[in-house]
């Protein structure tokens, strides 16, 4: 299957400063990715459509000046955690699908743990 | 708005033996597409088998098959023979045809599998 390449795993920041996450898909272009976001024993709840060239799209109640999400190329997308806050602390997870095919399924990047101390 | 509902939030089954994990939803779409996610302790998410709601015939993938109940709006995952790899948390997910790709997941179950 395609994959999704999520960098960094794991990262610890202090309250006030901004986090950046990649998200990449390494054998397939993605013209579009999602950013999602998973409280402890929870679901996945989705974030935002990141969108290649254009702004991106978010859900309902995300705050889109502390989630600004980049596409700028067809293989990346950003999610930058802006003045980090504790209660920012999650995982983080990114998807894309296989643009134009009749693949339904979407690829999911390793997931990033955001720690806020 | 789309919603998924998975009403255990945990199931236990001994190694060998079958599971049944619930799903429903509710859509007025025609055109969609229904998954069901596994996510181990590495918290990667992994596709364990997919239904075509245009397809009458059940999904399956070697142990895994779903009863998909288009009327009922019904999603169920049975695992066969399960295995101590099986033990993880599972994500009913749904996706609107016509070229969305957002998925709406539910809450999920974690399957406990016991030697």
């Known amino acids: 299957g395609a994959v999704v390449s999520q960098h960094p795993s794991r990262v610890i920041c202090k309250s006030g400063t901004s986090v950046k996450i990649e998200c990449r898909s390494l054998?397939?272009?993605?013209?579009?990715m999602f950013w999602y976001r998973q409280f402890p024993k929870q679901s996945l709840m989705l974030m935002a459509t990141?969108?290649?060239?254009?702004?991106?799209?978010?859900e309902q109640g995300v705050e889109k000046d502390k989630f600004l999400i980049n596409h700028a190329s067809l293989t990346l997308s950003t999610l930058t955690v802006t003045s980090a806050h504790p209660e920012d602390s999650s995982f983080y997870i990114c998807?894309?699908?296989?643009?134009?095919?009749?693949?339904?399924?979407?690829?999911f990047g390793q997931g990033t743990r955001l720690t806020v101390v | 708005a789309q919603t998924v509902t998975q009403s255990q939030p945990e199931m236990s089954v001994q190694e060998a033996e079958t599971v049944t994990l619930s799903c429903t939803y509710d859509?007025?779409?025609?055109?969609?597409?229904l998954f069901w996610y596994k996510q181990p302790p590495s918290r990667q998410m992994i596709l364990v088998i997919r239904?075509?709601?245009?397809?009458?015939q059940n999904a399956t993938e070697n142990r895994f098959s779903v009863n998909f109940q288009k009327a009922a709006k019904s999603f169920s995952l049975k695992i066969s023979d399960s295995q101590l790899g099986d033990a993880a948390m599972y994500f009913c997910?749904?996706?609107?045809?016509?070229?969305?790709?957002?998925?709406?997941f539910g809450k999920g179950t974690k399957l406990t599998v016991n030697p």
């Open positions: 859509t007025s779409e025609s055109d969609y597409y």
């Open positions: 239904q075509e709601a245009y397809k009458q």
């Open positions: 997910a749904y996706r609107r045809g016509g070229g969305s790709e957002k998925l709406v």
């Open positions: 054998d397939f272009q993605a013209t579009t």
């Open positions: 998807s894309a699908k296989i643009p134009r095919t009749a693949n339904t399924e979407a690829f």
């Open positions: 990141s969108n290649e060239g254009s702004k991106a799209t978010y």
